[in-house]
């Protein structure tokens, strides 16, 4: 069973930076094929993609509303993901999802090729 723990949520003004991270543990993640993923959901919205990074290979995929702004990143020794978010916007604040999938990542990021979840972590961009 693949485990995965965000931290790093928290507030901050528009314009500010904040950086999300993944842990990952659990059989066979390690030697496997993923694609690792970061979504976000607001209060009454569908959970939304935001980027996606292939394990092996580090291709990277990024929502539109979040291109040139965020950056995913991974460390394959500490088994970890990173969101580097920066230039946020109050439309930026949701409840952010750590995902993994087995297999490519696809260039549009969705929810049907993750399995795994965590738990989430809160970011809010006030004005």
């Known amino acids: 069973q693949v485990q995965l723990v965000e931290s790093g949520g928290g507030s901050v003004q528009a314009g500010g930076s904040l950086s999300l991270s993944c842990t990952v543990s659990?059989?066979?993640?390690?030697?496997?094929?993923?694609?690792m993923g970061w979504f976000r959901q607001a209060p009454g919205k569908e959970r939304e993609g935001v980027a996606s990074?292939?394990?092996?290979?580090?291709?990277?995929y990024y929502a539109d509303s979040v291109k040139g702004r965020f950056a995913i990143s991974q460390d394959n020794v500490r088994n970890t993901v990173t969101l580097q978010m920066n230039s946020l916007k109050p439309e930026d604040t949701a409840m952010y999802y750590c995902?993994?999938?087995?297999?490519?990542?696809?260039?549009?990021?969705?929810?049907?090729?993750?399995?795994?979840w965590g738990q989430g972590t809160q970011v809010t961009v006030s004005s």
């Open positions: 659990g059989y066979n993640y390690s030697s496997a094929l993923w694609c």
């Open positions: 995902a993994a999938g087995r297999g490519i990542c696809r260039a549009t990021v969705m929810m049907a090729d993750f399995a795994y």
């Open positions: 990074i292939y394990r092996y290979g580090g291709h990277t």
